[in-house]
Nanobody
Framework: QVHVVESGGGLVQAGGSLRLSCTAS????????MGWFRQAPGKEREFVTG????????LYADSVKGRFTISRDNAKNTVYLQMNNLKPEDTAVYYC??????????????????????WGQGTQVTVSS
């Protein structure tokens, strides 16, 4: 069982920045691929960005490219989501997810919800106009 916990959400004005953190338990964090998803009111949950456990390789949704950056610190079992130039349409609950992948998939970044095994409770991000 992996326990995933997000933090760092809040209220920010359009154009502002926030950094989300996600900590995942377990001694094999370095072999976890990690992803961030978000769900806005009345909408389905969508992929935002993900990072492989080696490389690392990263993947971004078109809507956040150039504004969001994902990174990881394996020593702290933590993945970060730096969000800059935030827009009102970025308002959502942000979820972090993890999955353990083997060596052959060390550069793989899962994009589908069904590929992830463990999820956090989510953290609210609200961007005011």
């Amino acid at each position: 069982q992996v326990h995933v916990v997000e933090s760092g959400g809040g209220l920010v004005q359009a154009g502002g920045s926030l950094r989300l953190s996600c900590t995942a338990s377990g001694r094999t964090f370095s072999s976890y691929a990690m992803g961030w998803f978000r769900q806005a009111p009345g909408k389905e949950r969508e992929f935002v960005t993900g990072i492989s456990w080696s490389g690392p390789a990263t993947l971004y949704a078109d809507s956040v490219k150039g504004r969001f950056t994902i990174s990881r610190d394996n020593a702290k079992n933590t993945v970060y989501l730096q969000m800059n130039n935030l827009k009102p349409e970025d308002t959502a609950v942000y979820y972090c997810a993890s999955v353990t992948l083997d060596y052959r998939s060390r550069y793989y970044v899962p994009k589908s919800e069904t590929e992830y095994d463990y999820w956090g409770q989510g953290t609210q991000v609200t961007v005011s106009s």
